[in-house]
Structures are given as structure tokens and as C-alpha cells.
């Protein structure tokens, strides 16, 4: 089993940044990749960025290329996520997700993550 637990979240004016972390325990010796899924109000969840472990893939959706980093700290297993440039389109609640299924590719989809975290919200406004 593989807990997570996000961190970092807040409210910010357009243009500003903030940098989300996640930190992993349990059994994270056997994770794949991890990476940041976020759901806005009345929307379906959708990914944001991942990377895998194993040959340090990294993956962003089109709408945060650019603008969001995803970093990993293997020492402490923690992952985070540099957003910079946001715009009001960027509220959502940020869910850090984990998997520990190998894959040829990152996995980008909502149904290729095991272990989901409980979320951090991020309000960008005016």
C-alpha cells in the first residue's frame, strides 16, 4: 500500500506561481510513476504531468506545457509540481497520483493510477 500526501496548494492572482509537493510512503520501492491529475468544477478529472522512475520519462499535458514542471526527489520520495504563468483556467483540486505497473510509455490516463492522494486546491484569480 502507498499513501500520498499533497501539500502547497493555495490562492494566487493571475501571471503568479506555486509549487505543489506530494510525499509518498509505504511501499514506494515498488512504484512506477508518479505524476498530478486535477479536476475542476464540473469537469472531469484530467492529467497535468507525470514522469516514471525507471528511465526518467516525463510527460505534461498541452495545456501546461511550458508553464508546470514536475520535479522527484528519489531520497525522499516526494514529487512536485512548479506552476508558473497560471491562469484562471488552472483552478482545480490537484490530486498527486502513483502506480506501480511498468509501462512502455507514462501513463496519462485516470484509470493507469493505483494510488490517488486527497487532493489540494488551487484558485487562481484576479
Known amino acids: 500500500q502507498v499513501l500520498l500526501v499533497e501539500s502547497g496548494g493555495g490562492l494566487v492572482q493571475i501571471g503568479g506561481s506555486l509549487r505543489l509537493s506530494c510525499a509518498a510512503s509505504?511501499?514506494?520501492?515498488?512504484?512506477?510513476?508518479m505524476g498530478w491529475f486535477r479536476q475542476a468544477p464540473g469537469k472531469e478529472r484530467e492529467f497535468v504531468a507525470a514522469f516514471t522512475w525507471i528511465g526518467s520519462r516525463t510527460a505534461y499535458a498541452d495545456s501546461v506545457k511550458g508553464r508546470f514542471t514536475i520535479s522527484r526527489d528519489s531520497a525522499k520520495n516526494t514529487v512536485s509540481l512548479q506552476m508558473n504563468s497560471l491562469k484562471p483556467e488552472d483552478t482545480a483540486i490537484y490530486y498527486c497520483v502513483a502506480d506501480a505497473s511498468p509501462k512502455l510509455i507514462v501513463p496519462t490516463r485516470v484509470n493507469e493510477y493505483e494510488y490517488w492522494g486527497q487532493g489540494t486546491q488551487v484558485t487562481v484569480s484576479s
Open positions: 509505504g511501499r514506494t520501492s515498488s512504484l512506477y510513476a
